[in-house]
């Protein structure tokens, strides 16, 4: 038998739906016995009960409530109503990393012998779950750019699903949602995407027809770099099945300390978030006026229909993005060891400003057709904007790039 709780609807906070994301984050959980106003972490492992019926009741899904922490436990559930919420989604699981989410969400969908479609310069760790862990079961991905609609939707005929993320966070590709999913239900294909550079605030996919949205918690959501989290969210349908075979055996659960941190790191998502995309827009702008800088690949300052897509799906941008420096490895090495507020680092979204060069290692995992299917260039930067004043962070990328043209071999 199924414990109930594996089944269990995460329960909602008492919020009003007209609540903007800014006022529901700050009443974000049913209060205690105590009423305190920031919600207890509930630190247990497993719930008693106080007799034989109690239990049986509990057990048997009569009487909802938390029997153990995998399934279900107070401080979890109340981050994991708050991202459904936000998403608009029926509910939501919150997992122990980002990774986490992604690999139980698609393994919830797939069976031996099925093929995904995923697109181009997906985040590395999902190609090499794609390329490396899914081959052993007899699943093949094709790796097809999301740029390209069409190229899209003519790869879906005959797929399990479809793996999105929207923008790619390298390259920051943006795809067609709407076309993308329409196309898939007509095929039968269910879509996934991938929505932590974008968090809810920014873009809601189920609202544009994908089936499941995952994201990596540990970025903007938790946005102090602090935690290592992760989340699904979509419809009951979809989620619960997950919860009844891949959650509870694969057991990639939340702590419950991190389901408090989160929380404590939402509040602030919306005042954080606005922040750090003015400043990065402001930084990224600068950049691309710069002699040496050869591209900015930043959602919001794209043209033509990367632009058009950015308008219909967004209500705003994030301060991730990367830009491509001209003049070969040299350059690229002296400007990043001359900065000096921009920290070197793999993560993103929390506080602090962040740079990440692709030639370092992600840039090329291995797979067959990696040098296709994962063409991230050698001289592309990532630049994670963080809280710093954006005039001190230009001033850094200023005497940086002049260390760069001074790493250079002299004519
Ligand atoms: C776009 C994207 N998705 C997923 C992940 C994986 O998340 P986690 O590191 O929390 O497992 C990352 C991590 O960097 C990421 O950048």
């Known amino acids: 038998m199924t414990p109930p709780e594996q089944n269990e609807n995460t ?21 205690g016995a105590h009423q305190p106003v920031v919600p207890p972490i509930y630190q247990t492992s497993l719930f008693t009960f106080a007799s034989y019926e109690e239990m049986e009741q509990t057990v048997s899904g009569e009487q909802p409530r938390s029997i153990y922490s995998r399934g279900h436990n107070p401080t979890v559930a109340a981050f994991e109503a708050q991202v459904a919420a936000l998403e608009g989604a029926e509910t939501a699981r919150a997992t122990a990393s980002g990774m986490a989410a992604i690999s139980m969400a698609v393994l919830s969908q797939l069976r031996a012998g099925d093929r995904v479609v995923c697109v181009r310069d997906v985040y ?10 899914l081959p052993r079961f007899g699943i093949h991905t094709d790796f097809v750019d999301g740029s390209d609609t069409d190229a899209f939707i003519a790869a879906l005929p005959g797929a399990r699903l479809a793996y999105l993320e929207s923008p790619t966070s390298l390259t920051f590709q ?63 349908a979809l989620i619960d099945r997950m919860n009844a075979l891949e959650y509870s055996v694969l057991g990639g659960k939340l702590s419950p300390l991190e389901g408090f941190l989160l929380l404590r790191g939402l509040r602030t998502l919306p005042v954080r978030l606005a922040q750090q995309a003015a400043a990065g827009m402001q930084v990224a702008t600068w950049l691309r006026a710069q002699p040496q800088v050869l591209a900015v690949h930043h959602p919001a300052l794209a ?27 040299l350059r690229v090495r002296g400007f990043i060891n001359a900065l000096k507020l921009f920290q070197l680092g793999v993560s993103w979204g929390g506080y602090e400003s962040l740079v990440y060069p692709a030639a370092i290692g992600h840039s090329a995992p291995p797979g067959p057709n990696a040098q296709r299917d994962f063409a991230v260039p050698t001289d592309l930067i990532r630049l994670h904007v963080g809280l710093e004043d954006p005039q001190d962070l230009i001033n850094d990328l200023q005497q940086a790039l002049d260390a760069g043209e001074a790493a250079m071999p002299q004519p």
């Open 303 to 329: 043209s033509g229909i990367q632009a058009e897509r950015f308008q219909r799906y967004f209500r705003g941008t994030s301060s991730l993005f990367s830009f491509r420096l001209g003049g070969g490895p």
């Open 11 to 31: 329960p909602l906070p008492p919020a009003s739906a007209a609540w903007s994301p800014s006022t529901r984050l700050t009443h974000d959980a049913a209060q």
């Open 174 to 236: 943006l795809q067609d949602l709407e076309a993308i999913t329409r196309a898939a239900r007509q095929h039968g294909v269910t879509t996934l995407l991938d929505n932590s550079w974008a968090t809810p605030l920014h873009q809601r996919p189920l609202s544009h027809g994908v089936d499941l949205v995952v994201h990596s918690a540990s970025k903007y959501l938790g946005g102090h770099s602090d935690v290592v989290a992760g989340v699904v969210a979509g419809p009951h």
């Open 124 to 133: 590395p760790d999902a190609y090499k779950m794609f390329t490396q862990l």
